[in-house]
């Protein structure tokens, strides 16, 4: 099912949760709704459930206006934060809970749920679970229990709002995995919520990035990172360095040296700031007369594949975050206080937002 939603606003007394917000969801595809705790994430997957109602716009299921559409209408399944499982039913109950509730004319046969409830309980790889009660599960097992429960119903739309934001981080990573693996065998066209960026870019076909009820930038994980359409974006998706300076023809002349910067396209001087991920600087021993940031090591963290260094710059003092190889740092052999030269080898600014 492919879904649309066009112009929708969505008020909670005077705080605007949705602002004339515009979007559409691919048949088939696996979108992350992505953003900061207040963002309206969470209300744009209620209203197109039909959970919520929008004070304007509208909602379009397969090009058919929905927003009058009842959320049983609506062929919606829906997997919570909180799992949301009957205490009291066993697993099985549980998943054949939707099934046993439809009207008697389209009701399956008791041999038809249990064959259903069984082959969902294979999918989600817990068909050893059947007979155990909710209390009984880990808290990655219930969730997978959730997904089944929504998927018995054949939806044609797959809604899941934070899901495994309960769980402790190793859980996450294993459920993040499972759930596309699942999605590529499935292909419900499914829409998830989370304020989790490595989920959001390891597990989405497209991520739709939400700030203040408004959309910053919707594109495949790839783009939003390498690409981000405005600072905020730059911002919410890892870490990155601030550098303030006035840009002119190609520079960014700041306190602490000259950076060229990768696309500015503005011919007129300005103020304004440079963006750069720590992945994205060249550390060098300093020499008299070096190109770029001279600064000092603060202190690094070297663990593993990759160093993360903490550099103070001189002149103005700021800290500079850079990420290098363990194998490089191992080369240049730094120490607390060692003075280095750093380069950016991207700067990316944007004219539009002065410093």
Not at 19 to 31: I, P, R
Not at 310 to 333: K, M
């Amino acid at each position: 099912m492919s879904i649309e939603v066009k112009n929708i606003g969505k008020h909670f007394g005077n705080f605007v949760a949705l602002n004339n917000v515009s979007l559409e969801f691919a048949t088939g595809e696996l979108t992350a709704l992505l953003g900061p705790s207040g963002c309206g994430k969470t209300t744009l997957l209620r209203v197109i459930a039909g959970l919520e109602q929008a004070d304007q716009g509208q909602v379009i299921l397969d090009g058919e206006d929905a927003s009058v559409r009842h959320v049983r209408e609506r062929q919606v399944g829906f997997v919570f934060q909180h799992y949301a499982l009957f205490k009291h039913m066993s697993v099985f109950e549980n998943i054949a809970f939707g099934l046993r509730v439809k009207p008697r004319a389209i009701r399956p046969s008791e041999t038809q749920i249990r064959e259903k409830v069984m082959r969902l309980l294979s999918l989600v790889q817990l068909d050893w679970l059947a007979d155990r009660y909710p209390s009984q599960l880990s808290g990655g097992q219930r969730q997978r229990i959730a997904l089944a429960r929504a998927l018995a119903v054949e939806p044609r739309v797959l809604l899941l709002d934070e899901p495994f934001g309960a769980l402790d981080a190793k859980v996450r990573k294993e459920l993040r995995r499972w759930l596309r693996q699942l999605h590529d065998e499935l292909h419900v066209t499914s829409i998830f919520v989370t304020h989790d960026q490595e989920e959001a870019l390891e597990v989405a076909d497209r991520v739709v990035l939400m700030n203040k009820g408004k959309v910053e930038q919707v594109g495949t994980p790839e783009e939003v990172y390498n690409y981000p359409a405005s600072p905020f974006v730059y911002g919410f998706l890892g870490n990155v360095n601030l550098f303030h300076g006035r840009a002119h023809q190609g520079v960014l002349n700041t306190a602490g040296g000259a950076l060229p910067i990768s696309d500015l396209t503005a011919t007129r001087e300005l103020e304004t700031v440079g963006y750069v991920r720590p992945h994205e600087l060249d550390i060098e021993h300093y020499t008299p007369g070096a190109e770029g940031i001279v600064a000092q090591l603060k202190r690094a963290h070297a663990i593993g594949p990759l160093a993360q260094l903490e550099l103070e710059a001189d002149g103005d003092g700021r800290l500079i975050e850079a990420v290098l190889s363990s194998e490089r740092f191992a080369q240049l052999q730094l120490k607390t206080g060692s003075s280095v030269v750093v380069r950016p080898r991207r700067v990316r600014v944007f004219p539009d937002h002065a410093a």
